[in-house]
């Protein structure tokens, strides 16, 4: 399979606890994109990494979130200190060449915090 | 700011026949790029169709196709001879021409094809 993968599909976890999840782009893709969508809502973006440079990151990402792309492959968003409302499924999008390029999502991570 | 709004929260439509989802959009940017994704109830965003701002012709993807009205700021998403696995979320979504290539989304609309 050679599309974008993530891991885990699920998590539960405890308020406060610190969760981790890893997306796996597809190989040739230099672009990564991290979203967050709640319940009723379309995807929000997160923050966009092009290769191993975080470029932008959105004002939902607070110093509780962290991401990752240390070798411009795979990626990892950490979230410290989880509180009920980062309850919600977390998606990663790979895309190539141009902005305008679609972006390819993958299953996503559904993260519950009790 | 830009935005992308939604109206229809669900739409029913009849196995074989054509529907239509709405999507308006608001944005300062003369250069921008619309998509159409397709989220079914395992919860994968599928890339359908794609416009962008400077495009002369209305996009077409086999049963996908985009009505672009610039002048009105809407794209819609028009599905023909629509079949039981087209029953899923739609979300219509933007790139502006100033950001790196993140998608701002609708809120969707639940299509459900009837037999």
């Known amino acids: 399979d050679t599309g974008v993968s993530q891991d885990p599909r699920h998590k539960i976890t405890k308020r406060g606890q610190n969760v981790t999840f890893r997306c796996d782009p597809i190989s040739e893709h230099n672009r990564l994109y991290w979203y967050r969508q709640t319940l009723g809502q379309g995807p929000e973006f997160l923050t966009y990494f092009q290769n191993e440079a975080q470029l932008e990151k959105s004002r939902l990402l607070s110093d509780r979130f962290s991401a990752e792309r240390p070798k411009g492959s795979f990626s990892t968003l950490e979230i410290q200190r989880t509180e009920q409302g980062d309850s919600a499924m977390y998606l990663c999008a790979s895309s190539s060449g141009p902005p305008y390029n679609e972006q390819f999502f993958g299953p996503g991570t559904r993260l519950t915090v009790l | 700011a830009q935005k992308i709004t939604q109206t229809q929260p669900g739409m029913f439509v009849q196995e074989k026949e054509a529907v239509t989802l709405d999507c308006t959009y608001d944005t300062s940017d003369p250069s921008y790029g619309l998509f159409w994704y397709k989220q079914p109830s395992s919860g994968e965003m599928i890339f359908l169709i794609y416009?962008?701002?400077?495009?002369?012709q209305n996009a077409t993807e086999g049963r996908y196709s985009l009505n672009f009205q610039k002048a009105r700021k809407s794209a819609n998403l028009v599905i023909s001879a629509s079949q039981l696995g087209d029953s899923a979320m739609y979300f219509c979504?933007?790139?502006?021409?100033?950001?790196?290539?993140?998608?701002?989304f609708g809120k969707g609309t639940k299509l459900s094809v009837k037999p």
């Open positions: 416009q962008g701002s400077y495009d002369q």
């Open positions: 979504a933007m790139r502006d021409g100033g950001s790196q290539g993140n998608l701002i």
